[in-house]
């Protein structure tokens, strides 16, 4: 076998309350399991111990309202700093994927941070990704999002990098929160189509999750040409999910895994805690190292369904059809978003921190410059009991800005400053690696 490297961050001292689903026993079972399995004792797989993110690694990617330090536990960034681990084990050529089994989550994080969301506070795998880019020059990034509930917060993060392709497959968000990730959310104008969301009906089953991975998310990777691969890999598609409505067992994750390849696998959701996990995460361990899990089943798998009904077989394909349409079709129907907004794309929009009890409201504008990619505003306005009233206003410059782009944007900044609106301001400077507050 080639040499696999594994993280594992059970974060004993981090849960949002001693009974919630997101807690240290979702990765103390699975050890238990590889330890009885006598995973670790292969020479062929590493493990690793999670190195701790620097603040500055989560500012590269977040804005934390008032700050990123007093929104988070030193958890979040071991955590992140799991999933680092992991991944320069891969880019260094220590071993040829890893798996950072890490707690807590961060799909759910956006790009303005208030509060917890959907258990997450900061992004793990977007503080992963922009630190490969800052220290390794790592550029395309594919990101497969397997989780149950779609992936809003990496998707907000990357909507406007055309060098980050998001597929994420989830539960169909009219059935499920965060009731986002229709087929509609392509991304803004410069990077049309390299966000790619694949709602599933409730009841999907392993035939149908790989009939969406052999005929759109694997060609499409195969087209986009990543650097990396990463993989979001979230567990409660499986059928015994507490927390969901879907119908993948153990093999059907570990087909998945074995198919994708992805280089970095980093742990989101899964809350079957016993019936589950145990078994999905030793399958996705031994399809990434190249070793066989064909004996890896539930014991309760008999009463896992099978099949399809036909309406979600046409479902299905009707849906592979639409995202492999928009995929080929990206650029000119970027070109033509572009030409429909001028010289700013614009959108408001709602943002709920399930945990937090805070309501956002929040309106970005995209420069759409034709020197470079521009810069983003965001204005951010969020109220909840426990928090009161916060606002902010930022700009965001993404690497390679235009000199005419960077003015530009500080002067928003600080007119806005002037005008007293906002309660805090900010600029990101992903080439100068800063977070200004101005």
Same mark, same amino acid.
């Given at each position: 076998?080639?040499?696999?490297?594994?993280?594992?961050?059970?974060?004993?001292?981090?849960?949002?309350?001693?009974?919630?689903?997101?807690?240290?026993?979702?990765?103390?079972?699975?050890?238990?399991?590889?330890? #009885?399995? +006598?995973?670790?004792?292969?020479? =062929?797989?590493?493990?690793?111990? !999670?190195?701790?993110? &620097?603040?500055? *690694?989560?500012?590269?990617?977040?804005?934390?309202?008032?700050?990123?330090?007093?929104?988070?536990?030193?958890?979040?960034?071991?955590?992140?700093?799991?999933?680092?681990?992991?991944?320069?084990?891969?880019?260094?050529?220590?071993?040829?994927?890893?798996?950072?089994?890490?707690?807590?989550?961060?799909?759910?994080?956006?790009?303005?941070?208030?509060?917890?969301?959907?258990?997450?506070?900061?992004?793990?795998?977007?503080?992963?990704?922009?630190?490969?880019?800052?220290?390794?020059?790592?550029?395309?990034?594919?990101?497969?999002?397997?989780?149950?509930?779609?992936?809003?917060?990496?998707?907000?993060?990357?909507?406007?990098?055309?060098?980050?392709?998001?597929?994420?497959?989830?539960?169909?968000?009219?059935?499920?929160?965060?009731?986002?990730?229709?087929?509609? #959310?392509? +991304?803004?104008?410069?990077?049309? =189509?390299?966000?790619?969301?694949? !709602?599933?009906?409730? &009841?999907?089953? *392993?035939?149908?999750?790989?009939?969406?991975?052999?005929?759109?998310?694997?060609?499409?990777?195969?087209?986009?040409?990543?650097?990396?691969?990463?993989?979001?890999?979230?567990?409660?598609?499986?059928?015994?999910?507490?927390?969901?409505?879907?119908?993948?067992?153990?093999?059907?994750?570990?087909?998945?895994?074995?198919?994708?390849?992805?280089?970095?696998?980093?742990?989101?959701?899964?809350?079957?805690?016993?019936?589950?996990?145990?078994?999905?995460?030793?399958?996705?361990?031994?399809?990434?190292?190249?070793?066989?899990?064909?004996?890896?089943?539930?014991?309760?798998?008999?009463?896992?369904?099978?099949?399809?009904?036909?309406?979600?077989?046409?479902?299905?394909?009707?849906?592979?059809?639409?995202?492999?349409?928009?995929?080929?079709?990206?650029?000119?129907?970027?070109?033509?978003?572009?030409?429909?907004? =001028?010289?700013?794309?614009?959108?408001?929009?709602?943002?709920?921190?399930? *945990?937090?009890?805070?309501?956002?409201?929040?309106?970005?504008?995209?420069?759409?410059?034709?020197?470079?990619?521009?810069?983003?505003?965001?204005?951010?306005?969020?109220?909840?009991?426990?928090?009161?009233?916060?606002?902010?206003?930022?700009?965001?410059?993404?690497?390679?800005?235009?000199?005419?782009?960077?003015?530009?944007?500080?002067?928003?900044?600080?007119?806005?400053?002037?005008?007293?609106?906002?309660?805090?301001?900010?600029?990101?400077?992903?080439?100068?690696?800063?977070?200004?507050?101005?």
């Amino acid at each position: 076998m080639k040499p696999f490297g594994l993280v594992f961050f059970p974060a004993f001292d981090w849960a949002i309350s001693p009974t919630h689903p997101e807690r240290e026993e979702r990765l103390l079972y699975t050890r238990d399991q590889i330890v #009885e399995e +006598g995973l670790l004792d292969m020479p =062929g797989i590493r493990e690793y111990k !999670p190195r701790l993110a &620097g603040l500055g *690694d989560a500012e590269r990617v977040h804005i934390g309202v008032p700050d990123i330090a007093s929104l988070i536990t030193e958890a979040h960034l071991v955590s992140a700093g799991g999933a680092i681990t992991a991944a320069e084990a891969v880019v260094r050529g220590e071993v040829e994927r890893a798996f950072a089994l890490v707690r807590p989550p961060g799909h759910h994080a956006m790009r303005v941070v208030h509060g917890t969301r959907g258990f997450c506070t900061i992004n793990i795998e977007a503080v992963m990704v922009e630190y490969l880019r800052r220290h390794h020059g790592l550029r395309r990034v594919a990101i497969v999002d397997t989780d149950v509930h779609h992936g809003d917060g990496t998707q907000d993060i990357f909507y406007h990098d055309p060098d980050t392709l998001f597929i994420s497959f989830h539960q169909d968000g009219r059935t499920l929160y965060p009731g986002s990730g229709f087929t509609d #959310e392509a +991304g803004s104008p410069p990077a049309l =189509g390299t966000t790619l969301n694949l !709602p599933l009906p409730p &009841g999907t089953t *392993d035939e149908g999750l790989h009939y969406v991975l052999d005929n759109l998310i694997l060609p499409v990777l195969d087209d986009f040409k990543p650097d990396i691969v990463i993989n979001s890999a979230g567990q409660d598609n499986h059928y015994s999910d507490p927390l969901a409505n879907m119908a993948i067992t153990a093999q059907g994750y570990a087909s998945l895994a074995a198919k994708l390849k992805a280089d970095v696998a980093v742990l989101e959701g899964g809350y079957s805690i016993e019936d589950a996990l145990p078994y999905v995460n030793t399958g996705i361990i031994l399809a990434m190292a190249g070793l066989d899990y064909s004996r890896v089943v539930e014991p309760d798998n008999a009463a896992a369904p099978r099949g399809l009904p036909d309406r979600t077989r046409a479902y299905l394909k009707d849906l592979v059809a639409t995202q492999s349409s928009l995929w080929h079709s990206r650029e000119r129907l970027g070109r033509e978003a572009a030409a429909r907004a =001028g010289d700013w794309w614009a959108r408001r929009r709602g943002i709920y921190y399930d *945990d937090s009890g805070i309501n956002e409201q929040q309106v970005e504008r995209l420069r759409l410059c034709p020197r470079c990619r521009g810069y983003l505003t965001v204005a951010s306005e969020a109220e909840g009991h426990h928090c009161g009233y916060k606002s902010a206003f930022a700009a965001c410059l993404p690497r390679g800005v235009c000199r005419e782009c960077r003015r530009d944007a500080r002067d928003t900044v600080l007119t806005a400053k002037r005008q007293g609106k906002y309660g805090y301001y900010f600029i990101q400077d992903k080439d100068n690696d800063t977070l200004e507050r101005v």
